[in-house]
């Protein structure tokens, strides 16, 4: 597949209007997911940790998969946070994998990093879509992202921008700007699945 398969202004807009118009489900995953980083806080344990470190992932990959039911069409409930714990064995194989690749890449010369880190960043999501097994994930996202390498950079780019504004905005801003930036890369992840 090659050729940039997706609009930056149309990943951004779908993203706000479908985060402004499902702000409430979207602030309560996240106050689940900051109710869950607190476990080790008030329970200062290893196993707090444990199931604090598991519970985020499984609600993290919870909200993307959320993100890409509403850019399927459909509607994203709170159950969706729940529903991915069959996919952690393979995130974690698949984040570890990545980890090291892009770690390597970095070291060698800095460039091959980033070229990693685009290619492959959209492996979580290829997970959460039901490829079997990391190994799939993976490539999954280095076939998809192929030719479309510097609009991804400029996507990048254009949520950090979102991003920082919404932290300037007291913080409050990122209660709309992280949910918007989850659904948008879901519908690029779905463009270039297409």
């Known amino acids: 597949m090659a050729g940039p398969r997706f609009s930056i202004g149309e990943a951004i807009k ?5 985060a402004t118009s499902n702000l409430g489900l979207f602030i309560v995953a996240l106050l689940i997911v900051c109710a869950i980083s607190m476990f080790p806080v008030l329970f200062d344990s290893l196993v ?10 499984v609600v993290t990959l919870g909200i993307m998969r959320m993100s890409l039911k509403f850019v399927d069409g459909g509607r994203g409930e709170l159950i969706d946070l729940f529903e991915t714990i069959p996919f952690i064995v393979s995130y974690l194989v698949a984040s570890i994998v990545v980890g090291v690749v892009a770690m390597i890449g970095f070291l060698l010369l800095v460039i091959p990093g980033i070229i990693f880190s685009v290619r492959l960043q959209f492996y979580a999501w290829a997970v959460i879509d039901g490829r079997p097994g990391p190994f799939a994930s993976i490539q999954e996202s280095w076939e998809v992202t192929r030719g479309a390498f510097w609009r991804l950079i400029g996507f990048w780019f254009v949520l950090a921008g979102v991003n920082i504004l919404g932290a300037l905005a007291l913080g409050v801003g990122l209660l709309i700007t992280i949910p918007m930036s989850l659904v ?3 519908h690029v992840y779905r463009q270039l699945t297409r």
């Not at 779908?14 to 479908?18: A, E, K, L, Q």
């Not at 444990?50 to 519970?55: A, D, K, R, Y």
């Open 48 to 57: 707090a940790m444990i199931v604090s470190g598991v519970l985020g992932m």
């Open 184 to 186: 948008a890369t879901a």
């Open 14 to 18: 779908f993203g706000w209007s479908t």
